[in-house]
């Protein structure tokens, strides 16, 4: 077992309206100059490229936009790693994927820019970043000599999350690029994809301090582990993530951390499996105001959030947890 600071780890798609599909046998066309430590990041030689639209934000502001596309991807594509550069003023980003676009290709919009709740079009938490310059490199031996890979089809609909503050006293200009390299075509290789649980029932009292809400979700039988971390917001002091049911105190994965949680990584044998196929995560919080209740949502500035994200394996395809008042279930 080994602790990184990949930060926050996840499945599925990307690429974008107005980015460009790469193979190592095509003439590569030129690409916006990317940010990043060294202002550019050259595309893949096998995979996609996709670069946000340019946002000006204002001295002061604190507020969260998506940009939605299409993976420019014309194949299927095992990507097995990921490369994000984002500008000053980027506190995070997270790339999302859905089944079918939940705004037109190219749009920028800070209205609904999140999970929304349970819904039939429940977005994908594919891969996020909260440094400015991030790689994330998959297992490359899945115990019996395989890599692991992210499966991408062509064509995909997906967004960038994007959460800036401008603490300067001049307007920022920032946007995202992110890099898939994929597998040659003829690879072989083991899937891998998203694990990830929302708490859509959170209730913090106001004025009250160590609130802890906890959750437990099923995770698909037979999957091994790879990666765990958690994602919250400002008001969480806490974040744990258990193998097996509600009473558990095997812990896996802890933060006291809310902006870089960091993550927990599994390079080899032996990978995590969870206790009776269950897994429980919780979020201990302080909330400071004395006349709100603060609860679930997408807002940095207003709302909480508690997640535990991860990647699993054999699996083709994401499971997201998601938890009400009632219970938790697996979305569709």
């Known amino acids: 077992m080994r602790r990184t600071t990949l930060g926050l780890l996840l499945l599925s798609t990307l690429a974008a309206c107005g980015g460009t599909a790469y193979d190592a046998g095509d003439d590569q066309p030129a690409v916006d100059a990317a940010p990043g430590g060294d202002g550019a990041l050259p595309p893949p030689a096998r995979g996609f490229q996709v670069k946000s639209t340019d946002i000006v934000i204002e001295p002061g502001d604190e507020i969260t936009y998506c940009y939605y596309f299409r993976t420019p991807n014309t194949e299927a594509m095992a990507i097995n ?60 031996d899945d115990g019996a000599g395989k890599p692991l890979a992210q499966e991408i089809p062509a064509n995909t609909p997906a967004f960038f999350q994007m959460h800036y503050l401008n603490s300067t006293d001049g307007p920022l200009t920032v946007s995202v690029t992110l890099n898939a390299d994929a597998l040659p075509a003829a690879a072989p290789y083991t899937p891998t994809a998203a694990y990830v649980t929302y708490n859509n029932a959170i209730s913090i009292p106001p004025n009250s301090t160590n609130v802890v809400q906890t959750k437990t979700c099923s995770t698909p039988a037979g999957m091994k582990f790879w990666s765990m971390s958690t994602h919250a917001h400002k008001q969480a002091i806490k974040t744990e993530v258990f193998s097996g049911g509600a009473a558990s105190t095997d812990s896996v994965f802890s933060s006291t951390d809310w902006e870089h949680p960091g993550a927990v990584t599994w390079m080899g044998n032996p990978f995590q499996t969870f206790s009776n ?44 947890c998601i938890c009400v008042a009632q219970g938790c279930f697996l979305a569709p």
């Open 81 to 140: 790693k990921w490369t994000s550069a984002m500008t000053p003023g980027s506190h995070h980003m997270i790339m999302f994927t859905t089944e079918t676009d939940k705004m037109p290709p190219g749009t920028v919009s800070a209205n609904n820019c999140g999970f929304g709740g349970a819904s039939a079009n429940v977005p994908v938490w594919t891969y996020a970043a909260q440094t400015a310059d991030a790689v994330v490199a998959l297992p490359a």
């Open 277 to 320: 196929n269950q897994l429980t995560f919780s979020c201990t919080y302080n909330n400071p105001d004395a006349q709100r209740t603060i609860t679930s949502g997408d807002s940095a500035a207003t709302d909480e959030m508690c997640m535990a994200t991860g990647y699993m394996f054999p699996a083709t395809r994401p499971t997201m």
